[in-house]
């Protein structure tokens, strides 16, 4: 069992910056593969960005450029780096991780077995 709990997330003007956290508890490997998500009101969720077993990074084209993923190890930690944000950025963000070694990108929620509640990032204009 992995458990995730983000936090971060607020409320920000176009152009600003925010940093989200996932703290991770439980059965730490350091095979996790590690994911964001966000999910807009009324809209699916979708894939931002993936870190995989092997450390490689993944970026959505939506936020290439301007988001970064990043963990540390030694604190359990995951972090999504969001500058220059746009309304349409708002939404709900969700991390989730992972145990079983992944070589690939990630980006399916399908292939996540734990999530976070989730932490919402609200962009106004």
């Known amino acids: 069992q992995v458990q995730l709990v983000e936090s971060g997330g607020g409320s920000v003007q176009a152009g600003g910056s925010l940093r989200l956290s996932c703290t991770a508890s439980?059965?730490?490997?350091?095979?996790?593969?590690l994911g964001w998500f966000r999910q807009a009101a009324g809209k699916e969720r979708e894939w931002v960005t993936s870190i995989n077993s092997d450390g490689r990074t993944y970026y959505a084209d939506s936020v290439k450029g301007r988001f970064t993923i990043s963990q540390d190890n030694a604190k359990n930690t995951l972090y999504l780096q969001m500058n220059s944000l746009k309304p349409e950025d708002t939404a709900m963000y969700s991390c989730?991780?992972?145990?079983?070694?992944?070589?690939?990108?990630?980006?399916?929620?399908?292939?996540?077995?734990?999530w976070g509640q989730g932490t919402q990032v609200t962009v106004s204009s």
């Open positions: 989730a991780a992972e145990p079983t070694w992944t070589a690939i990108e990630a980006l399916a929620a399908s292939w996540y077995n734990y």
């Open positions: 439980g059965y730490i490997n350091r095979r996790l593969c």
